[in-house]
């Protein structure tokens, strides 16, 4: 895990986020359901980001030379944390955004 903040910044950046998420979720009381979705959007984000961070690890360790599908495989592993973070931000503002409305 140590290796993952020395390694990976976004990483870092993620927990500081979900830290003001589950903070300002705490301040405006969100239901038990509103909750799980918010949880749980956090953890697929930060999972996918272990993932990621697991793949470019691995293709490195396969390859130090430039390769096509290395690419692809870190681009591929990347996008997947956007598609997480992108499911997040929706689940944050369709649970969040009534509150302050």
Request: hydrophobic share 65%; charged share 15%.
């Amino acid at each position: 895990m140590v290796q993952l903040f020395k390694k990976d910044r976004k990483f870092l950046l993620h927990i500081i986020i979900a830290m003001a998420v589950i903070f300002i979720c705490f301040a405006v009381n969100i239901t038990a359901v509103e909750w799980l979705f918010i949880i749980t959007a956090i953890f697929l984000v930060l999972i996918t980001e272990i993932l990621n961070s697991a793949i470019e690890y691995t293709v490195d360790l396969v390859t130090d030379d430039y390769h096509i599908l290395a690419r692809y495989a870190k681009d591929i592993a990347a996008a997947a944390v956007i598609f997480s973070s992108l499911y997040a931000v929706i689940a944050g503002m369709i649970i969040l955004l009534p509150y302050f409305v």
